[in-house]
């Protein structure tokens, strides 16, 4: 068992609301997501301990044992090449929560005609499932509980295949 703590303030809301049917659909994992709140520039921390491994100005991936953790700011943009982001860390790196990744303005992204929700996913969802979440619609400060990610034990996960 494993918590997924908040990377960022926000308001929390079912994937199923993320205006991306890729997210919204749960085709990249299962999770939640942020309303980010508050004025300015946001810095967004590392939700769980383990190493980044992937890192772009608009999301990341840290590698924690067993699953992957994606963090995506905002929708669409990846259009934006950069601008308006600023990276603190680098491929590879180990972190723990906490630890700041990358500076950006969610209102900016909001101005230009894009979605600040942000999409916080569990990859390699077959080892688990989430458990004891935060309740939807609450206001998150950084580095509040999101979840809890659940192991699951390989013999419960194919117990359908037993009575096949």
Known sequence: MTAIASPLDGTLMPLS???DPVFAQGLVGPGVALEPTGEGDVTVVA??????????PHAFVIQAEGFGVLVHLGIDTVQLDG????????EGHEVVVGDPLITWNPAGVVAGGRSAVCP???LDASSGRIGDAAVTGERI??????????????QDANVCAQHD
């Not at 939700?47 to 772009?56: S, T």
């Not at 601008?83 to 680098?90: D, N, R, Y």
């Not at 400060?141 to 390989?154: I, K, T, Y």
């Open 120 to 122: 916080i996913v569990v």
């Open 47 to 56: 939700p769980v301990a383990g190493r980044i491994v992937k890192l772009h």
């Open 17 to 19: 609301e993320v205006p």
């Open 141 to 154: 400060a950084c580095g509040d509980r999101l979840f809890q990610w659940l192991d699951v034990p390989e």
């Open 83 to 90: 601008e308006g982001f600023t990276l603190h860390a680098e």
